[in-house]
């Protein structure tokens, strides 16, 4: 029995392999680089003006550049959900960073043991597997809903002490393959936690099997507003900003400096030739509208996007997406293509020769970036729910939006108006065009009822209590 599975295993393997070089390629290393609440206007390549992003920038030269990609929600789990399962924002069981469990019950919701996710589709095609940073799709007190036990063969994952049950840590950082290893960490050491995680992930690349493609999935914690000390501000300490401004720009140009830390050492192993490297983010930029916190118009971090964290208006998820890929993809080209994070496990399947996942609703864009014919969504789609862990709930903390074509459609609120926005003409989405397309705002309520199926913890139409949890908590 164990040399039939032998032999189909290897047949396999053949039958991927001839797809890549049918295409002209060998199965390539993916680098894929996660930051987190990086907004759509906070890269030099993007609009930025003010925050230094110069190895990014560079990168981005030397890539295909997306205007029109999108997270997979507007806020941490649910995006991360569907990027790891590719499976869209309606249908992925996680809709917002907690479920609603009855008697003012909010918990964390992490994948089922048994999701299908890129950590198994990469080992099923042979590939060596790490993931390097936040997960925030477990139970913490779980192992077994760890990213280790997700398929990825090296895992060194975040957890955070005031989560951590009934073990008490006194240092945040990263456990390694499960919860017997944790290494904690202390800002005095690095300039910041992006630091930090990319000694995990050189560690790797220095000890990967070399006889394996790898692919790596870092998960950056900045520019995340509990991204926690850094060590210094850079040349912005110097600015006349409020702190939490330096603050703001300092993570991103540390990050940007982490990102060429890693690509310097593919460069220097030889690697680089054959990895293709994809940069964005899990949602649009995060805010705080009191007078200590990080403000959206400081450094104009959505550009002339609406909204931010957790909107679903474009400024909540509209992400940068930069993917490099030596002598495959046009240097500094740039796509209008509309695509999400759904469709990033079918692209890397396409990629390394393997079935999409019958699982996924994404479509592969390897075509796009090869220069050939693309498919395109007739729409995307998306709902949340907002936890009431720290907030009130308006309209019951439910929101939809989807975007079809140049139209764009949102409602916060299952019984409140449906807005819609001409994209091609408004992209600050200002001049509200429902009355005029009642044939449109018809199709968009038939996406909104029945292009999503139910989840526990996220009841279509949201909780409706509209009161202040006095549960605390400290949001990762």
């Known amino acids: 029995m164990q040399n039939q599975n032998n032999i189909i295993f290897f047949l396999l393997l053949m039958l991927s392999l001839s797809a890549c070089q049918k295409e002209g390629y060998n199965r390539p290393n993916i680098v894929f680089l ?18 230094k992003t110069p190895h990014l920038d560079a990168l981005a030269e030397k890539s295909m550049r997306f205007t029109n990609f999108y997270a997979g929600n507007s806020v941490c789990s649910p995006s991360r959900a569907v990027l ?66 997700h398929g990825f063969d090296f895992a060194a994952q975040e957890q955070w ?23 904690p960490y202390r800002y005095q050491e690095h300039d ?4 930090f995680y990319t000694d995990f992930a050189i560690d790797f690349l220095e000890k990967r099997n070399r006889k394996k493609p790898f692919f790596l999935l870092m998960s950056y914690r900045a520019p995340h507003s509990f991204e926690g000390p850094i060590r210094d501000t850079l040349s912005y300490a110097q600015e006349n900003w409020p702190k939490a401004e330096q603050a ?73 997406l930069l993917v490099f890929w030596k002598d495959k993809i046009q240097e500094g080209a740039i796509t209008k293509h509309i695509a999400g994070f759904q469709d990033l496990m079918p692209t890397f399947a396409d990629i390394i020769g393997q079935e999409k996942p019958s699982t ?28 009431g862990w720290f907030q009130t709930l308006p309209e019951g903390g439910f929101r939809q939006a989807v975007r079809m074509g140049k139209w764009k459609a949102v409602r916060y609120g299952i019984d409140t108006n449906i807005e819609l926005y001409d994209l091609s003409l408004d992209e ?41 949890s006095q549960y605390k908590y400290t949001n990762p």
């Open 34 to 51: 996660l930051a987190d609440d990086l907004g759509y206007n906070e890269l030099g390549s993007y609009g930025q003006k003010i925050i």
């Open 84 to 149: 790891l399962t590719g499976r869209s924002a309606t249908r992925v069981p996680i809709r917002g960073n907690a479920g609603y469990f009855g008697d003012d019950k909010w918990e964390s919701v992490s994948l089922d043991k048994d999701e299908f996710t890129l950590g198994e589709m990469f080992k099923s095609a042979n590939y060596q597997s790490a993931f390097i940073g936040k997960w925030h799709l477990d139970n913490p007190d779980d192992p077994a809903t760890w990213a280790f036990s």
């Open 161 to 183: 002490s005031a989560r951590f049950g009934k073990r008490k840590f006194p240092n945040a950082g990263l456990w390694v393959n499960g919860d017997s290893q944790h290494f």
């Open 192 to 195: 910041c936690k992006d630091a």
């Open 248 to 320: 703001q720009a300092a993570k991103i140009t540390l990050q940007d400096q982490q990102v060429g830390r890693l690509i310097q050492k593919l460069k220097s192993m030889n690697a680089l030739d054959n990895t293709i490297i994809v940069y964005t983010s899990d949602n649009g930029a995060h805010f705080n509208t009191g007078n200590n916190g990080h403000h959206l118009e400081f450094f104009d971090s959505n550009g002339n996007l609406r909204g931010g964290k957790r909107d679903l208006y474009e400024g909540g998820l509209r992400v940068p």
């Open 360 to 387: 996924s609703n994404g479509i592969s864009f390897l075509p796009l970036l090869l220069g050939k014919q693309q498919e395109k969504h007739p729409y995307l789609n998306w709902e949340i729910q907002l936890s």
């Open 428 to 468: 600050s989405e200002t001049r509200d065009l429902a009355n005029q397309h009642p044939e449109i705002i018809n199709q968009v309520k038939e996406i909104f009822k029945n292009e999503r199926n139910d989840t526990p913890g996220f009841p279509y139409g949201g909780v409706k209590q509209n009161y202040k």
